[in-house]
């Protein structure tokens, strides 16, 4: 499998909560990710939605997508055209709900990297790197376990679930 | 070989295998539970993924909590299909007025000692508080378990929490875990488990115990559990009653299913291992905007406060409520108190209470919000809803509405708010102007009394 993903680094903070992705509130009027993409991330930046353009990769720090285990925090930034997030740390159930969905969550040392700088985020059997092309510098990212490269590699957990019907016993 | 934790020992049961932390394996689930924040979509992925039955609906279980009650027709057309889709595969669904999930699954026995519990709902690590792996999911994983009956997980290392001594007036479980939460940070135990033990775990009532362990994922915990004791079964026998007067039918499988009670061994490997002496802690405030933002409550003193909620999965428990109203009524009875010299005492005419009766200060808004509908009948029956209710206070349905913003009262722009909750986070109550202070129930009640941020140990602020 490769995944080979190439964007604008779009910087965000350390302990990025769902809430601040997509507000509880928004998701009472509509589960539409088309609608709710406008309002990504108001509560950090509420002009963030209008200068995202498909492509670009998120870049945070420490605990990305901590709090609610909501999915609509991860099928929202889908749906603003986001094929990466990278960051620091993740909150587990972020993580798990990203690699469902076909979000790669990139684990890496993301504190040299620049707002709106180009970034590569590759994914192979050799290992998870990001090449900074600004810095000229290649940032190693934590290596996936066997089963969530599996649901990844089919396109996220539904397309898996077609395939298998089940979890597939091969870890 | 070394010893296990209690995780690894339920994951190993669960899954059939040795398994030790960093492990990855497939477990066998006991009950799975979702609510209308994350059904609706986890119907859409059962659809996508060819599902056509559920495993087992006696191992499954949905809650409508967060449009309680609901406030939008789009709400109202989720839940209804949530309720289609729960009648076709016959699983048992708790409506809208019930409760919080969290407390459900713990107050109607479905959280049992040793059991394997996923739940799509960041809080549902409450269930450790009566020794199950209880973790939290997102709509996917719980439609891929509805199919299958299973999930995979990474098998945790454990912090272990050595609670010492016991706790002084005016401090609480809120305080401990935000305690916490101020040392270990938002991700201070991400993709770990706690578990609580010491003199001063055993000390705590369940009702202490589900508080510290739905604060758990406040700091990235996978599952914060405690060991099961004689405490532990005196609950469960009550809870077996609630349950059956509900939804008994389904039960008995669920029950028959359930393990026995685990503990770690006494070589267990743990990755950390914390002392918190209880004896010398204080009371903790949750700084706006993040729950890690903890400070002492005498750094907080004299907060303009406008609004006070007590209620949510972490502080609307029956000993919740009586806690706050033993503040609250200590301030109505007559000394050394001017709360009432000042103000127009409009905000209680307001809420058709006279003013010289109600201790809750002008201009302030106290809002209590049960976390179950036993709950509810708990403090109806022992008068403690009456008396809320007296002293002007707004009472709402049980559910998760007023915590996250998505049903019920609203704080308007700039308010600040004291509060129960687990989470402080910018528009989590629905409004990015608001600000959020986390505290006990009795330093709400304390700064209901005040109309500002209180020390509940002072009694020349608030006498007990």
């Given amino acids: 499998m490769r995944i080979d993903l190439e964007g604008a680094a779009r910087l965000l903070g350390d302990d990025v909560n769902t809430d601040y992705i997509i507000a509880s509130s928004r998701k009472k009027e509509t589960l539409d990710t088309n609608v709710l993409k406008q309002y990504l991330l108001e509560s950090v930046d509420p002009a963030f939605a209008g200068t995202v353009r498909p492509g670009d990769l998120l870049v945070a720090g420490r605990n990305f997508g901590c709090g609610s285990a909501m999915e609509v925090a991860v099928t929202v930034v889908l749906a603003a055209g986001i094929r990466a997030v990278l960051a620091r740390s993740f909150a587990r159930t972020y993580y798990r709900n990203a690699i469902n969905n076909g979000l790669v969550p990139i684990e890496c040392d993301t504190s040299t990297i620049r707002e709106g700088t180009r970034l590569r985020a590759v994914l192979d059997d050799s290992g998870v790197r990001v090449i900074d092309e600004a810095e000229r510098r290649e940032i190693t990212g934590r290596p996936l376990p066997p089963i969530m490269i599996e649901i990844l590699r089919e396109g996220g957990l539904v397309p898996y679930f077609r395939m298998h019907h089940d979890f597939r016993r091969s870890t | 070989m070394p010893g296990k934790t209690i995780s690894e020992k339920i994951l190993s049961r669960a899954s059939g295998r040795d398994a030790r932390a960093g492990d990855l394996v497939i477990c066998e689930v006991d009950c799975a539970m979702g609510t209308d924040g994350s059904v609706p979509m986890a119907i859409d992925y059962f659809e996508q993924m060819g599902g056509t039955g559920v495993f087992d609906p006696s191992r499954i279980v949905f809650v409508m909590d967060h449009y309680a009650p609901r406030p939008l027709s789009e709400a109202s057309e989720l839940q209804a299909r949530m309720r289609r889709f729960a009648a076709r595969h016959d699983i048992p669904i708790y409506d809208v007025g019930e409760g919080i999930c969290h407390q459900l699954m713990v107050e109607t026995g479905r959280t049992r000692p040793g059991a394997l519990l996923v739940g799509a709902d960041s809080h549902s690590v409450t269930g450790g508080a009566l020794n199950a792996f209880a973790t939290g999911i997102g709509s996917s994983d719980l439609a891929a378990t509805m199919i299958c009956g299973r999930i995979w997980l990474k098998v945790p290392p454990t912090i272990k929490i050595v609670l010492a ?300």
Wanted: charged share 20%; glycine share 10%; proline share 7%.
């Fill in chain 2, 165 to 464: 001594g016991r706790a002084g007036p005016g401090v609480f479980p809120k305080d401990v875990a935000l305690a916490l939460a101020g040392m270990l940070g938002a991700d201070g135990a991400a993709y770990q488990a706690l578990e609580f033990d010491g003199p001063g775990a055993a000390d705590f009532e369940v009702e202490d115990r589900l508080v510290l362990s739905n604060m758990s994922v406040e700091m990235g915990a996978k599952a914060g559990i405690f060991r099961a004791d004689r405490k532990t079964a005196a609950y469960l026998r009550r809870a077996d009653e609630t349950g059956v007067a509900g939804l008994g039918n389904s039960l008995r499988t669920a029950h028959d299913l359930a393990t026995a009670p685990v503990e770690a061994d006494a070589d267990a490997e743990y990755s950390r291992e914390i002392t918190l002496d209880l004896s010398r802690l204080t009371p903790r405030i949750a700084w706006p905007h993040a729950v890690d933002n903890v400070v002492e409550v005498t750094d907080a003193i004299g907060t303009p406060i406008q609004m006070v909620f007590i209620g949510t999965c972490t502080g609307g428990r029956v000993r919740d409520f009586h806690q706050a109203l033993t503040v609250l009524r200590a301030a109505q009875r007559p000394g050394p108190l001017r709360l009432r010299s000042s103000g127009s005492g409009v905000a209680s005419v307001e809420y058709g209470v006279s003013p010289e009766r109600s201790p809750i200060a002008p201009g302030v808004h106290l809002v209590i919000t049960p976390a179950s509908r036993n709950v509810e009948a708990e403090l109806r029956r022992d008068g403690t809803l009456d008396a809320f209710a007296a002293m002007g206070a707004t009472i709402t349905p049980p559910g998760c509405g007023p915590c996250c913003g998505t049903a019920g009262p609203i704080p308007a722009d700039g308010v600040n708010v004291i509060s129960t909750a687990n989470r402080n986070f910018k528009a989590r109550m629905g409004t990015a102007t608001a600000s959020i202070y986390l505290a006990s129930p009795a330093a709400c009640a304390a700064a209901a009394v005040t109309g500002r941020i209180t020390d509940p140990r002072d009694p020349a602020e608030t006498p007990r």
